[in-house]
T-cell receptor, first 112, second 116 residues
Framework: EADIYQTPRYLVIGTGKKITLECSQT?????MYWYQQDPGMELHLIHY???????EKGDLSSESTVSRIRTEHFPLTLESARPSHTSQYLC???????????FGPGTRLTVL | AQKITQTQPGMFVQEKEAVTLDCTYD???????LFWYKQPSSGEMIFLIY??????QNATEGRYSLNFQKARKSANLVISASQLGDSAMYFC?????????????FGQGTRLTINP
């Protein structure tokens, strides 16, 4: 059973606000990921990391940024939220050398 | 070009029947992995089953099995004896390149509804 946590689960916020979506895992996984998913649609990778101080952009361009200062923590930040950022954001982690990714419960973001 | 294609946007099945969810993939890499995930209405993604491109046998996990047909580039998920709790979105995904590579590519998903 994977132990990966995301907060908040739901967030409704006004345009222009800065937000940080939190993701933590307690499994010591080196690899961590952020996906964006619109309702009923496929997941798109927006950021990933394979260790501390390593971050890469994913396949879908995103205005968000990430950091990886500690192995267990991979927060995602939007400096100025806009309605187009309304979506579900899923965090995942995995072991180096293994394919399986374990997902958190997601954060449903609504920007008004 | 779409790397993972799920052609069934929605499926409706009677409880206790078996169901097959289709997935075809496109890659020229000889090493790849295929995954199925379940996403209930609560939103989390639950890993179900994995098949490696070099695996000789089809993967099975309880009521889930993966019908892997390499020449056809298909990796269909079979759920035996469906239950009401199986109602969810199901996503097929692929990892290209050597095992442990960083990225998965997901299909569009199939919404499965189990009727009592």
């Amino acid at each position: 059973e994977a132990d990966i946590y995301q907060t908040p689960r739901y967030l409704v916020i006004g345009t222009g606000k800065k937000i940080t979506l939190e993701c933590s895992q307690t499994m010591g996984h080196d690899k961590m990921y952020w996906y964006q998913q619109d309702p009923g649609m496929e997941l798109h990778l927006i950021h990933y990391s394979y260790g501390v101080n390593s971050t890469e952009k994913g396949d879908l361009s995103s205005e968000s940024t990430v950091s990886r200062i500690r192995t267990e923590h991979f927060p995602l930040t939007l400096e100025s939220a806009r309605p187009s950022h309304t979506s579900q954001y899923l965090c995942a982690s995995g072991k180096l050398g293994r394919d399986e990714q374990f997902f958190g419960p997601g954060t449903r973001l609504t920007v008004l | 070009a779409q790397k993972i294609t799920q052609t069934q946007p929605g499926m409706f099945v009677q409880e206790k029947e078996a169901v097959t969810l289709d997935c075809t993939y496109d890659t020229s890499d000889p090493s790849y992995g295929l995954f199925w995930y379940k996403q209930p209405s609560s939103g989390e993604m639950i890993f179900l089953i994995y098949q490696g491109s070099y695996d000789q046998q089809n993967a099975t996990e309880g009521r889930y099995s993966l019908n892997f047909q390499k020449a056809r580039k298909s990796a269909n998920l079979v759920i035996s004896a469906s239950q009401l709790g199986d109602s969810a979105m199901y996503f097929c995904a692929m990892r290209e390149g050597e095992r442990g590579a960083q990225k998965l590519v997901f299909g569009q998903g199939t919404r499965l509804t189990i009727n009592p």
